[in-house]
């Protein structure tokens, strides 16, 4: 299984920019955290290059994760925009490069071929996708032969994903969960909540240790906040039970917080 090796807690940031971004990844870096999430479309990469570049820990010991924006999967562009986020990230390679999005209007193969040139080329050590449905997956997998990580995806206890987590699983890649924490609209649901008082720990934990607890899933939550950033990492410590597992899956359902214009259909 691909990602075997990947932190079941990483570090998202998205929507954080500036001196505070370079500062939250200073912290996740100090506190632990050895996964960190970018993506050209965050505006941040340059600032978590500078996080990177100033902490105490080694680059090899980092993995680090940037994606391609959808307007640049065209062969020349892949080349080109990757170059740039190598620029801003201040490194010579990534750890993992990623389709942000699919794109329908650019052949797949393309994209991904030239994404293969560049793992041959040692600009990353993996290659993989995001938001990518069970349609994307067959044809990336199948007919193009994609030597892919994993699918980066909406993932948290009020979205279900079983069909995609099994498909992830028969490949043997990993399932990467963004907006693990329903991008906070988790963080005071009362049913985790309660789940989470009877161990000790926040709504957010219960959330991330379910994600946790499972085979082939990594999870990369956010947060702004050294006490966040700690908590959501504080999460290998209880064990959730048959019955915390019971309630958990009465949330589940299709509460996807991610629907831009440009996403795909999520029943293909
Ligand atoms: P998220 O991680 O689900 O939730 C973040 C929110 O939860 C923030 O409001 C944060 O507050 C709050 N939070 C975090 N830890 C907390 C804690 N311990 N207690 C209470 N509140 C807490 O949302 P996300 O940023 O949407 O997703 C995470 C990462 O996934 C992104 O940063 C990005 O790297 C990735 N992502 C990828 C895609 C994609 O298309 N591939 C899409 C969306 C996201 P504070 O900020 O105040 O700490």
């Excluded at 890649?173 to 049913?191: D, Q, T």
């Excluded at 939550?221 to 019971?246: I, M, Q, T």
Aim: aromatic share 8%.
């Amino acid at each position: 299984m691909k990602g075997q090796r990947l932190p079941k807690i990483g570090f998202g940031t998205s929507q954080i920019t500036g001196r505070a971004c370079t500062d939250i990844v200073k912290t996740a870096l100090s506190v632990g955290y050895r996964h960190i999430d970018t993506a050209q479309a965050y505006g941040n990469e340059d600032q978590v290059g500078r996080a990177i570049a100033q902490s105490n820990v080694k680059r090899e010991d980092i993995f680090l994760t940037t994606k391609v924006w959808r307007s640049s999967l065209d062969r020349k562009g892949v080349a080109r925009s990757t170059a740039e986020s190598l620029d801003r990230l201040g490194t010579g390679y990534v750890d993992l490069l990623l389709v942000h999005w699919p794109n329908d209007s650019v052949p797949m193969g393309e994209t991904l071929a030239a994404f293969a040139e560049l793992k041959a080329a040692g600009k990353t050590r993996h290659i993989g996708v995001s938001n990518y449905t069970m349609r994307h997956l067959e044809e990336a997998v199948e007919t193009h032969k994609a030597d892919l990580f994993c699918d980066q995806l909406e993932y948290h206890p009020q979205l279900d994903q079983t069909a995609l987590l099994g498909a992830l699983r028969g490949y043997g890649l990993a399932l990467v969960a963004y907006s693990p924490l329903g991008r906070g609209r988790l963080v005071k649901n009362p049913v985790l909540a309660a789940i989470g008082k009877k161990h000790g720990k926040t709504a957010s934990q219960v959330a991330l240790a379910w994600l946790a607890r499972q085979g082939g899933v990594a999870a990369i939550p956010k947060a702004s906040s050294e006490a966040h950033c700690r908590a959501n990492l504080e999460v290998f410590d209880f064990a959730l039970d048959e019955d915390d597992l019971a309630r958990i899956a009465t949330l589940n359902g299709k509460s996807r917080v991610w629907l831009p214009s440009w996403g795909p259909n999520w029943d293909d």
